[in-house]
């Protein structure tokens, strides 16, 4: 590790395709803003990618999951069912439409929200005659789909509606069972997905709504643009939002769609050579099911106590890699720090010793490798791991 380099970014945007090419359209035909050719392009390409009929595109990825949240009906004095190991804007878009939210536990084997916890409490409550859910979300942390089978009984028996948040899982999908061959956020009433630099591909900022249902599709879609009625008139049917995408944004977002399939590639062979480099260390790999596939958005593994995941982060960080700790959990923040909790120790446990490391398109076999010699160099110094340079199979 040389302080010379430049830093390791942890996900930064990696713009390899039509995007100057798309730009330049925009603007030498004056169409920068919410109306032009791009938004509807960008939506018809994104819904036949992910599989779904329709997809509204919106200012940003918790936009996305607001309106989705309104349109399947969370409002005030209900609740809404979220995991307690995520960013925390797959809870707070629940919050925003006056509902409260009830934490759920995370998992290990997916590290996503324990569908066995939701399962349990909700059948409880029906028998009890209390209040239901009035959403579930499915959040697909880190790119690795979430157990959804159960969650789809639920909405079955009860008429829970299912919210997917696949924030950071753009190209996951299930691979057995019947699910096979679908892609997350194609599979509750209303998918949602962001676009954010951070992410898999980004338009600077965006989001998307996914679903198979035309009503819904329209309702998050009037709901987006003021819920203005049409014609000349400034006529509204109820209070809307703000939230539509730019043609700008749009037309980064085809230009960057139409290089998902590369980008996705090269996410699966670094995760596969970070999977090579850190088999024979005391560290635990990202969660691999084999009823599902990962889209690798953030490769992130735990190591053994959150006093070696502080050192990895911050001798990481110092060597100008850009290693970063998992959330907290929610339970755990300020904002829900009142908000009722089903289980929660996983997820300590998860946040406690989790560490994500570089994992851009954009990163080079370089300083992949120079991110793998210093993982095992801290882990070395705190665990007793041989040292020195990492060598390539093949
Ligand atoms: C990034 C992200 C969001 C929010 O998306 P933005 O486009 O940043 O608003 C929501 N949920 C999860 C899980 C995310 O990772």
């Given at each position: 590790?040389?302080?010379?380099?430049?830093?390791?970014?942890?996900?930064?945007?990696?713009?390899?395709?039509?995007?100057?090419?798309?730009?330049?359209?925009?603007?030498?035909?004056?169409?920068?803003?919410?109306?032009g050719p791009f938004v509807e392009r960008f939506e018809r390409a994104f819904a036949k990618f992910v599989g779904t009929k329709h997809a509204v595109a919106c200012a940003s990825g918790t936009a996305a999951l607001h309106l989705a949240m309104i349109a399947v009906g969370v409002g005030p004095n209900s609740y809404g069912v979220a995991p307690t190991l995520t960013f925390i804007a797959s809870a707070n878009a629940i919050r925003y439409t006056g509902a409260e939210v009830m934490l759920v536990d995370a998992e290990r084997?997916?590290?996503?929200?324990?569908p066995g916890l939701v399962e349990a409490d909700v059948?409880?409550?029906?028998?009890?005659?209390?209040?239901?859910?009035?959403?579930?979300e499915a959040v697909h942390i880190l790119g690795h789909p979430a157990q959804v089978e159960v969650l789809l009984t639920l909405r079955d028996k009860y008429g829970i509606p299912i919210v997917e948040d696949a924030a950071e899982a753009l190209g996951a999908r299930y691979a057995t069972g019947p699910l096979a061959g679908r892609q997350v956020g194609a599979i509750g009433d209303l998918g949602c997905f962001s676009f954010n630099g951070n992410k898999t591909m980004t338009t600077g900022g965006g989001g998307m709504v996914v679903t198979n249902d035309w009503h819904l599709a329209e309702r998050v879609r009037h709901?987006?643009?003021?819920?203005?009625?049409?014609?000349?008139?400034?006529?509204?049917?109820?209070?809307?939002?703000?939230?539509?995408?730019?043609?700008?944004?749009?037309?980064?977002?085809?230009?960057?769609?139409?290089?998902?399939?590369?980008?996705l590639a090269r996410k699966s062979s670094l995760a596969a050579r970070y999977d090579a480099a850190f088999g024979d260390l005391p560290v635990e790999l990202p969660p691999r099911s084999s009823d599902a596939v990962s889209s690798h958005w953030l490769y992130s593994l735990?190591?053994?106590?959150?006093?070696t995941r502080d050192e990895m982060v911050r001798r990481l960080n110092v060597a100008g890699i850009e290693a970063r700790p998992l959330w907290p959990p929610l339970h755990t923040q300020q904002p829900y720090r009142h908000a009722p909790i089903m289980g929660g120790l996983t997820a300590m446990e998860l946040a406690a010793r989790g560490v994500s490391l570089p994992s851009g398109a954009g990163l080079t076999n370089s300083e992949q490798a120079r991110t793998i010699d210093g993982v095992r160099e801290v882990l070395c110094e705190t665990r007793y791991v041989p040292s020195g340079p990492?060598?390539?199979?093949?």
């Open positions: 590790m040389t302080g010379r380099d430049r830093p390791i970014p942890l996900a930064t945007p990696h713009l390899c395709g039509n995007e100057l090419a798309y730009l330049t359209e925009c603007i030498e035909s004056n169409y920068v803003s919410s109306i084997r997916t590290w996503n929200m324990d059948k409880r409550r029906a028998r009890a005659g209390h209040p239901l859910p009035s959403v579930i709901l987006s643009t003021q819920a203005r009625l049409p014609g000349v008139a400034y006529d509204h049917d109820a209070v809307g939002f703000n939230y539509r995408l730019t043609n700008i944004a749009a037309a980064l977002g085809l230009a960057q769609l139409e290089q998902l399939p590369r980008l735990l190591v053994d106590t959150a006093h990492f060598v390539y199979p093949g």
